[in-house]
């Protein structure tokens, strides 16, 4: 892993009569680029750990893949209800009600998540990750 270096090749500093505001742009873009990848491995080292919490000793490549592709598309559904609901009642950001309405529009009850959850040893991640999406601070060229 590591990830950082590398900012400065193939780019060229905005001068003079340059667009402060373009070259933010595309330096966020920049930062942003590596965000589907690092988020597609969370999502499959999730996956993993809880194929491995369920007794499974070992899964093929292509079942790894669907049930990753499966998480990642619930997950970005979830988001996208619960941001609907939450722009329905005039905010920006999704609360947990909204998350929670979210879920229920899946047929998933709050009853039914809570037995779940109770039900389950909670499993710490496999790893300590950054948040993201990593934005690199902002360099300015004397």
């Known amino acids: 892993g590591g990830g950082g270096g590398g900012g400065g090749t193939g780019s060229t500093a905005a001068s003079g009569s340059g667009s402060g505001?373009?070259?933010a742009d595309a330096d966020e873009a920049d930062a942003m680029a590596g965000v589907p990848n690092f988020a597609a491995g969370l999502v499959r080292l999730?996956?993993?750990q809880l194929c491995e919490q369920a007794g499974f000793t070992a899964i093929h490549a292509s079942a790894s893949d669907l049930l990753t592709d499966l998480g990642r598309?619930?997950?970005e559904q979830l988001g996208s209800t619960s941001m609907l609901y939450a722009n329905q009642y005039g905010r920006t950001t999704a609360n947990l009600d909204d998350v929670m309405q979210a879920i229920q529009d899946q047929n998933l009850s709050a009853d039914e998540l809570e037995r779940f959850l109770v039900k389950r040893t909670a499993v710490p991640f496999a790893r300590t990750e950054p948040k993201f999406p990593v934005l690199l601070a902002k360099k300015t060229v004397t």
């Open 21 to 23: 505001k373009a070259q």
């Open 46 to 48: 999730a996956t993993a």
């Open 73 to 75: 598309r619930y997950i």
